[in-house]
Antibody, heavy 123, light 110 residues
Framework: QVTLRESGPALVKPTQTLTLTCTFS??????????VSWIRQPPGKALEWLAR???????YYNTSLKTRLTISKDTSKNQVVLTMTNLDPVDTATYYC???????????????WGQGTLVTVSS | QSALTQPASVSGSPGQSITISCTGT?????????VSWYQQHPGKAPKLMIY???KRPSGVSNRFSGSKSGNTASLTISGLQAEDEADYYC??????????FGTGTKVTVL
């Protein structure tokens, strides 16, 4: 079955760089049609899409955050990594990774999600 | 990219039907048939309920249905049940090759 799990620091200081890892199983990002996105949710607030990486290395970023984000993948480890620079307290949120499957439900939705990891930005 | 607009809350009695709206622009909801809906229970990850405006993933109850007219998409829950009480978010693909989520709607079963 498909599973995704996010990992990373729970607490980050302002101006620091955040590195989050999504480790998944049940599919391969080397297979055509597979994509993984990062999505975040501040406490009590709405979801916000951050970035997506595709099986063919295409990458897409939230236009408002593009200068601060980098997404990459390690196919051999079944991992996707997101880095976000210059953290601010407003970046405090639960960060989720989620899959899109172009040959199942399509590229334009997220069919499987990790359980999320809460990142707090505070000095 | 501004968030899609949803009502903050919708409520209904068990067995009733409710509809949640999701309003965007011609650059997102109105421009593509790529609207999806997610159910989120407290402390849990979102769950895909509807994709491509009106399609249901395997395993999702047929009490959930989706539609779209112009720049507004809608999610209808028929035969409302206690387990449907949750937050619901719409999402759309955009002309910038990105995704935008809605503001979220809290569904309360009276």
């Amino acid at each position: 079955q498909v599973t995704l799990r996010e990992s990373g620091p729970a607490l980050v200081k302002p101006t620091q760089t955040l590195t989050l890892t999504c480790t998944f199983s049940g599919f391969s990002l080397s297979n055509s049609g597979m994509c993984v996105s990062w999505i975040r949710q501040p406490p009590g607030k709405a979801l916000e899409w951050l970035a997506r990486i595709d099986w063919d290395e295409d990458k897409y970023y939230n236009t408002s955050l593009k200068t601060r984000l980098t997404i990459s993948k390690d196919t051999s480890k079944n991992q996707v990594v997101l880095t976000m620079t210059n953290l601010d307290p407003v970046d405090t949120a639960t960060y989720y990774c989620a899959r899109s499957n172009g040959y199942s439900t399509g590229w334009y939705n997220f069919d499987y999600w990790g359980q999320g990891t809460l990142v707090t930005v505070s000095s | 990219q501004s968030a899609l607009t949803q009502p903050a809350s919708v409520s209904g009695s068990p067995g009733q039907s409710i509809t949640i709206s999701c309003t965007g622009t011609s650059s997102d909801v109105g421009g593509y048939n790529y609207v999806s809906w997610y159910q989120q229970h407290p402390g849990k990850a979102p769950k895909l309920m509807i994709y491509d405006v009106s399609k249901r993933p395997s395993g999702v109850s047929n009490r959930f249905s989706g539609s779209k007219s112009g720049n507004t998409a809608s999610l209808t829950i028929s035969g409302l049940q206690a387990e449907d009480e949750a937050d619901y978010y719409c999402s759309s693909y955009t002309s910038s090759s990105t995704y935008v989520f809605g503001t979220g709607t809290k569904v309360t079963v009276l």
